[in-house]
């Protein structure tokens, strides 16, 4: 009787052993049924709608006017790196200030900006004035991803930080990468519709009343905004960009925005080549659907591999489909490339937010978001450019060499500085095989904080998977 009684508690033993170091798991259901989610998600959707349709709108607008497809592609490049250079510096300001403070003017002059743009341009102005008038409509987009996942962050980490926190904040980014997507397939098919109803001009109309219609509703869903962190006297604030590792994810993020641009303009080039000019569309969006596949199967796996062991993979992948693209005979085999590069697209991104928001103090995550949202705005724009250009002087396949190089060159930056990406004061250790070593310049975020916790508890180095899924 009692041998038996010493099997059962032997058994019991290693069951709660099993459970306690199992990572934890939040299902998309649970997120969001999160009190109070709905009254930001739905005005952020609104707003982040038009995030896509402004390059769009901007492209069919200046090209119908001006004629010239360098002229068009040239202004939607100014927006795009007007958004990426300044969108930090708001994302920034939105930590200092609050985000209603920062939002609330930032959609009025964006409103006014694409105004401007569209008189501009209807009544054929020298092109040297769109440029001009496209600095501030790029600039003045609204961070709403960036500030969604902000907000996602301070719901989560409230009470404190903790495996489960750790694990719905891994679930949330995974739901704003798939809004993402979503947003960047459906805002370009929306201005191409709306342009061929009506007008490119009444395109760009609907863009900027979007922006500012939901932009205002989210600014005023203050209930559910991270609070304001005051910086003590005489301290000054630090940058996000002063850490190391956010910089390095920020360099290694550019890479995944050429692929977006590269494949943009690529895939249109070579559907044209074949003469199946309608195509395209169809193409890109099974590489955009593919990464909305991945990015929902990501979220709800209780992932046990640290998360930067996740993005070097995902990443690797990455570059591995990017490989092929350019050697693809019809558009059949294109597609099928072009899925497996989407596959792993969602999961890069997932893995970059999460590891940013680890990497920097409560009072710098906004601008962290919005450095790597800036990141793919910026890395599209070149990718974009200079994929055409390529195609214009050696034909289609050749600009899928740009999807290829601006992979391959984040892969080996991300992997060469590695251990970077582990956050200062955490348990987690650097990546297997990389340098020891702290990393300075930030303090560790509440996730990190939350796994090396458990690390402290006897949880294994499993644990650290719980930062991510």
């Avoid at 896509?52 to 100014?78: D, E, N, P």
């Avoid at 708001?90 to 743009?117: E, I, K, M, N, W």
Wanted: hydrophobic fraction near 50%.
């Amino acid at each position: 009787m009692t041998a038996r009684r010493t099997v059962d508690t032997s058994a019991d033993s290693t069951a709660d052993t099993t459970a306690a170091q199992a990572p934890a798991r939040v299902g998309y259901g649970e997120l969001l049924r999160t009190p109070g989610a709905w009254t930001f998600l739905a005005p952020a959707l609104v707003a982040r709608l038009p995030y896509a349709m402004l390059s769009m709108g901007i492209l069919l607008l200046v090209t119908r006017t001006h004629g010239s497809y360098g002229t068009a592609g040239t202004v939607t490049a100014v927006a795009a790196v007007a958004q990426a250079l300044i969108g930090p510096q708001t994302g920034r300001l939105a930590d200092r200030y609050g985000q209603a403070a920062v939002l609330v003017p930032t959609v009025l002059v964006h409103g006014a900006s694409v105004g401007a743009l569209i008189a501009l341009a209807l009544g054929h102005a020298p092109a040297w004035s769109l440029f001009l008038a496209a600095v501030p409509a790029g600039a003045s987009v609204p961070q709403i991803g960036a500030m969604v996942r902000a907000r996602w962050v301070a719901r989560f980490t409230a009470d404190g930080p903790s495996e489960t926190s750790a694990a719905r904040v891994s679930t949330a980014f995974a739901f704003e990468s798939v809004t993402d997507e979503f947003t960047f397939v459906i805002g370009p098919i929306l201005a191409s519709g709306i342009a061929a109803m009506a007008s490119p001009a009444t395109a760009l109309v609907a863009e900027a009343a979007l922006t500012v219609v939901g932009g205002l509703a989210f600014a005023a869903q203050r209930r559910t905004a991270p609070a304001r962190i005051v910086p003590q006297p005489g301290t000054k604030r630090v940058s996000a960009l002063a850490s190391p590792g956010v910089r390095l994810l920020a360099g290694s993020i550019l890479g995944v925005g050429a692929v977006f641009g590269g494949m943009q303009v690529s895939v249109n080039a070579f559907a044209d080549s074949v003469g199946q000019h309608d195509a395209g569309g169809t193409v890109y969006g099974i590489f955009a659907g593919g990464s909305m596949l991945a990015g929902v199967l990501y979220g709800v796996i209780a992932w046990r591999r640290p998360v930067q062991q996740r993005m070097l993979f995902s990443y690797a992948l990455l570059v591995l489909g990017c490989s092929t693209l350019w050697a693809m005979p019809n558009l059949v085999a294109l597609t099928v490339a072009g899925l497996v590069c989407g596959l792993a697209i969602a999961p890069t991104l997932i893995s970059g937010y999460t590891l940013v928001e680890t990497l920097v103090a409560d009072g710098a995550k906004t601008e962290a978001f919005t450095w790597l949202t800036g990141a793919i705005g910026l890395g599209l724009a070149v990718g974009s450019m200079v994929a055409g250009q390529l195609i214009d002087g050696h034909g289609p396949s050749t600009g899928f060499l740009v999807p290829l190089v601006g992979a391959g060159l984040g892969l080996v930056a991300l992997f060469s500085l590695r251990h970077l990406l582990v956050a200062p004061g955490s348990a987690a250790g650097p990546v297997a095989g990389s340098a020891a070593g702290p990393v300075t310049g930030s303090a560790a975020g509440p996730v990190a904080d939350s796994v090396a916790g458990s690390a402290e508890r006897g949880g294994a180095a499993q644990l650290v998977g719980a930062a991510k899924g």
